[in-house]
Structures are given as structure tokens and as C-alpha cells.
């Protein structure tokens, strides 16, 4: 080889070898984590800290406290009461009110609350509320801790959610799951407005806590669909969304129970054909199909087949709607109704009446 040739070999092997020094230093710049490359080449472990919600338990957990529902023998009342039943409850405040079910606390002579931490406490109940199922009771303790609301965000279909509670008394144990379903009414009254989830509720989640991936709580776990006796295991939970327990906390706190407005009657949509019959002018308003010989309604005058248009000059689309504006008026206060009856338009005044409470 002549000694041109020779530098020039030796020349392209040196610029080679710079080369490769240079794109070697450039990958090493990129795959470091503050860099775009380098969180996309290391994936695999940013992917296994997304799917983790040990922070939002974290900061939850702590405040969703077993329930013991004892039953003491009054042939025997100085022996250790028998437990009755098991539940959850989530403690809403520092003064130590804590929300709950009302089927879990009902009927106890005794009601005892075991935190994470260890402690125990004997509660008192502040009030309850079998309409929704929801009931207050309170601790006195230091130092509690106190679970993250979420009042202005409600949830969404297909958000992820987490179950927290005791369930079979195995102690606290979280499930996981998406909200499958919102404003599922018509499970146990006209009040409710659940959240279904897939998130596995259980005997002893009842009062538990449902939390988004923040920790923020928002809902209240209350049942699990069933078909005849064989339980659940459907895949098919309730909850009490937080701003409806919320609201219904406060007035137990209040007053120890809800009070609420009544009417005095039972009503459906109007559909066309009983348009048609009654000769209204559209579909809008609530049939009336039943008053009570006793109530408010009957006082004022109304009569089945009467259909209410408005109440209180607010136009009534829906049976939900109407039962909404009477239950939250306070018993007492003259309202006026707008009725069709017989294709004539009436104006009805009627007193609101008190709704009464059904504890059994």
C-alpha cells in the first residue's frame, strides 16, 4: 500500500471513530430521564408508577374507620353486648362526625369504631336518615384524621374509582373499579341518585368510602345489586354520590334528621294517550294518579287525573323533579300549583305539609 493510500485509511478510521464517540455521547444525552426520549425509553418504569394509587389510599385510607353495631341481652345488660352487625364509616371532620349507612347503625344498643391507627372508640348517633340510607354518628378523639372531599366535581362515567371498607370484617381492604352508571334512582326511594361502579362492595363496605385516583372521596358505598337471595357478585355496586351525603349530613348534624316536605300524592308522566284523553297540549307535567284523603293535596282540592304543570310558576317536567321541589320546601310554606283539569287551567294554592320519617 502506498503511503497515500495508508492515510487515507487511516484517515477515514479516525473520522469512523469520532463518529460513533459522537452519536454514542448524543443517545446518552437522551435516555436521561429529564428528557422526552429518555421518559419514552423508560416506560416501563413511569408506566408502574401511573398505575399505582398507593398515594390517593394514602391519603384516604386513614380516615375510613370500621363500624361494630353491638346488641345488648336486657335480661343480661352487664354482659359484653354480641355483635349485631359490621360496617364502615368515613370521618368527615376533626370534630370527629363520622357518615355511615343508616342499615348499619340501626336498631344497635351499642356502637363501637376501630380507626387504622389502632384506636377504639364508643360512639354516639347524631341522626339518621333512612330515605337515603345515611346516618351521623360521632367520636370524641384527638388528632383524627379526616378524609379529602370532592363536592364540585362530580363523577363521570368511566372514571376510575376506589372501594375502600371492612368487608366480612377481614379488615380494611380496597377494590378497585370505573363508574359504570350515574343518577341510578328508584332502588329504595325517590330521593336517591346513585353512582353505580363495578368496584366490589361487600358485606361490611357498607358506609365505606368511594374515592377517585386524587383520594378525594366521592360517595358514600351503600349496596350491591342482588337477584332473589344469591347476593351479589354481579359487578353491580351503589353509591350515595358525596354531594347529595354531603348535604344530608349537614342537616343531620342540624336538626338529627331531615325534614321534608309533603304533598300528599303519588303521580306519573304523561304519556300520549292520557293526553289525548285529559286534552292537554302537550306532554309536559305530572299526572296525579293518587292523593291521600289526609294529606295537604286533599285539603286543597286536587283530584287524580289532575295534571301539574308548574309549582310555583316553575315549569314541571318530570315526576323527579316535582317530588325534588316538594320535599325541599319547608313544611309550613303555601306554594301554588298549576293544574289542567278537565282541558282547563287552574291555579291551586296548597300548604306544604311535613313528610314523615319511617325508621323501621
Known amino acids: 500500500m502506498t503511503l497515500k493510500g495508508t492515510l487515507a485509511y487511516l484517515s477515514k478510521a479516525v473520522f469512523f471513530g469520532l463518529f460513533m464517540a459522537g452519536v454514542f455521547l448524543l443517545l446518552n444525552h437522551l435516555t436521561q430521564p429529564d428528557t422526552k426520549l429518555g421518559k419514552f425509553l423508560n416506560f416501563s418504569h413511569e408506566s408502574r408508577s ?6 390517593a389510599v394514602r391519603r384516604a385510607a386513614p380516615a375510613v374507620v370500621n363500624i361494630y353495631s353491638l346488641s345488648i341481652d336486657r335480661q343480661r345488660p352487664l354482659n359484653s353486648g354480641s355483635l349485631q352487625g359490621l360496617g364502615s364509616g368515613v370521618l368527615m371532620s376533626k370534630e370527629g362526625y363520622i357518615l355511615t349507612n343508616y342499615h348499619v347503625i340501626k336498631k344497635a344498643d351499642e356502637i363501637v369504631v376501630a380507626l387504622q391507627d389502632g384506636r377504639k372508640f364508643t360512639s354516639e348517633v347524631v341522626g339518621s336518615d333512612p330515605e337515603t340510607d345515611l346516618a351521623v354518628i360521632k367520636i370524641e378523639g384527638d388528632n383524627l384524621p379526616v378524609v379529602p372531599l370532592s363536592l364540585n366535581s362530580p363523577a363521570q362515567v368511566g372514571d376510575v374509582v376506589l372501594a375502600i371498607g371492612n368487608p366480612y370484617n377481614l379488615g ?3 377494590t378497585q373499579g370505573i363508574i359504570s352508571a350515574t343518577g341510578r334512582n328508584g332502588l329504595s326511594s325517590g330521593y336517591q341518585d346513585f353512582l353505580q361502579t363495578d368496584a366490589a362492595i361487600n358485606a361490611g363496605n357498607s358506609g365505606g368510602a368511594l374515592i ?19 347476593g351479589g357478585g354481579h359487578g353491580i ?23 321534608r316536605g309533603a304533598l300528599g300524592i303519588s303521580g306519573e308522566p ?3 294517550v292520557m293526553a289525548q284523553i285529559l286534552n292537554l297540549p302537550d306532554l309536559r307535567g305530572v299526572l296525579v294518579t293518587g292523593v291521600d284523603r289526609n294529606g295537604p293535596a286533599a285539603k286543597a282540592g ?18 323527579e323533579m316535582l317530588m325534588d321541589r316538594i320535599a325541599e320546601t319547608k313544611p309550613g310554606t303555601e306554594i301554588n300549583l298549576t293544574i289542567i283539569r278537565k282541558g282547563e287551567t287552574l291555579q ?13
Open 237 to 259: 355496586n351503589f353509591a350515595i354520590p358525596i354531594k347529595l351525603a354531603h348535604s344530608i349530613m349537614g342537616k343531620l348534624i342540624k336538626d338529627g334528621r331531615v325534614i
Open 348 to 360: 291551586l294554592p296548597v300548604t306544604i305539609g311535613e313528610k314523615p320519617i319511617n325508621y323501621n
Open 270 to 272: 304523561v304519556v300520549p
Open 212 to 230: 377517585n385516583t386524587r383520594g378525594s372521596l366521592i360517595g358514600i358505598n351503600t349496596a350491591a345489586f342482588q337477584i332473589g337471595g344469591e
Open 50 to 55: 401511573d398505575l399505582s394509587f398507593a398515594s
Open 172 to 174: 380494611q381492604t380496597i
Open 302 to 319: 286536587l283530584q287524580p287525573r289532575d295534571v301539574i304543570t308548574q309549582f310555583n310558576n316553575e315549569d314541571v317536567p318530570s315526576v
